[in-house]
C-alpha cells in the first residue's frame, strides 16, 4: 500500500505540471487596478481544506459583503488512478470533491464537476453577523470549518492581480529588458526527500516579497516530485522536473500578486509579492 501511494503521489506531481489553476477574476475598477475579494478553499490531497484569504492568510472571520468563493484541487481528482494503486483511504477524496457552503443566503455546493475540475469560483454575498459551515461531504466530520462574519465593515478590495491585468512569469538566467527590472536576491528552496517544500531567503521562510527578479537555489531531494510555483494569471513555472534530483537554479521574474509554491504532494504553501 505504501509504494501504491508513493507511485500514486508521483502521478499528481507529474499531472500538476499541466494542470490549470484558474484565479478568481471579478470586475475591476476604471483603471484596472482592483478585483474583488476572493476567498479560497484550498483543498490537500487527504481530502481536507484551508479557507485563506488573498494574502494567504488562514481565515475564520471575515467582514460581511461580496466576495468570490474559489474551491481549488491540487489536481482534478477524477483523474487520479486510485483503483489502479489499490488506494481506499481519502486521498483525492476517493476521486470526487463534495464540497459544500451554507448559511444566510448561501447554499453551494460542488463535486468539481465529478472531479474532473481543479478550480471553480462562485460569486457569494456574506451577511452580517452569521456563520457559514464550509464541509467535505466525503468526511463531513473531519473536513469541516466554520466561518463568521463581523457585524459591521467592508471587505478589503485587493490590488489587481488576479487576472485584471496581464502578467507572465518567465524562467530564464538571460531575461529580454531585465536590465529595468530590479534584481532581488536569491531564494533558497528546497525540496525535502518526503516531498515537502520550503522557500527562504537569508533563512528565513518567505511571506512577502518585493516585485523583481529572483534567483531560486533549489535543492531537490525526492525523486518523486518537483518544485513548482504558480503566479497569479494562471502562470504556472516548474522549476525542478517530477524525477530530478539535485541542484538547479533559475532567475524567474515575479509580478504582483498572490503566488504559491508547492510539490506533487498537495503541500501548497503562499506568499505575497508587492509592487
Given amino acids: 500500500m505504501a509504494v501504491g501511494i508513493r507511485r500514486l503521489l508521483a502521478f499528481a506531481a507529474a499531472f500538476a505540471v499541466g494542470a490549470v489553476i484558474v484565479s478568481a477574476v471579478s470586475a475591476s475598477s476604471p483603471n484596472g487596478n482592483t478585483v474583488s475579494p476572493t476567498l479560497y478553499f484550498t483543498y490537500a490531497m487527504n481530502c481536507t481544506f484551508t479557507i485563506l484569504d488573498d ?148 533563512g528565513k521562510a518567505i511571506s512577502t516579497l518585493l516585485v523583481g527578479r529572483y534567483t531560486f537555489a533549489i535543492t531537490d531531494h525526492d525523486p518523486n516530485g518537483g518544485f513548482t510555483i504558480l503566479g497569479p494569471t494562471k502562470v504556472k513555472t516548474t522549476l525542478t522536473g517530477v524525477k530530478f534530483v539535485g541542484k538547479h537554479s533559475a532567475t524567474v521574474v515575479l509580478k504582483a500578486g498572490r503566488w504559491m509554491y508547492l510539490s506533487g504532494l498537495g503541500q501548497i504553501h503562499y506568499f505575497v509579492v508587492t509592487s
Fill in 55 to 202: 494574502s494567504g492568510k488562514t481565515v475564520s472571520t471575515i467582514p460581511p459583503g461580496n466576495y468570490q468563493v474559489e474551491v481549488r484541487t491540487p489536481v482534478a481528482f477524477g483523474t487520479v488512478p486510485l483503483s489502479s494503486y489499490g488506494v481506499t483511504d481519502m486521498t483525492a477524496c476517493k476521486g470526487m470533491p463534495q464540497f459544500q457552503l451554507t448559511g444566510p443566503g448561501i447554499n453551494l455546493s460542488t463535486t468539481m464537476t465529478a472531479g474532473c475540475q481543479s478550480d471553480l469560483t462562485f460569486p457569494e454575498t456574506f451577511q452580517p453577523s452569521a456563520t457559514y459551515t464550509a464541509v467535505d461531504n466525503n468526511q463531513p466530520s473531519i473536513a469541516r470549518a466554520t466561518l463568521t462574519t463581523l457585524a459591521s465593515g467592508t471587505p478589503t478590495t485587493p490590488a489587481a492581480t488576479y487576472g485584471a491585468k496581464t502578467s507572465t512569469a518567465q524562467t530564464s538566467t538571460d531575461l529580454v529588458g531585465s536590465g529595468v527590472i530590479p534584481f532581488r536576491g536569491t531564494l533558497t528552496a528546497t525540496l525535502s526527500a518526503n516531498g515537502k517544500p520550503s522557500l527562504t531567503k537569508k
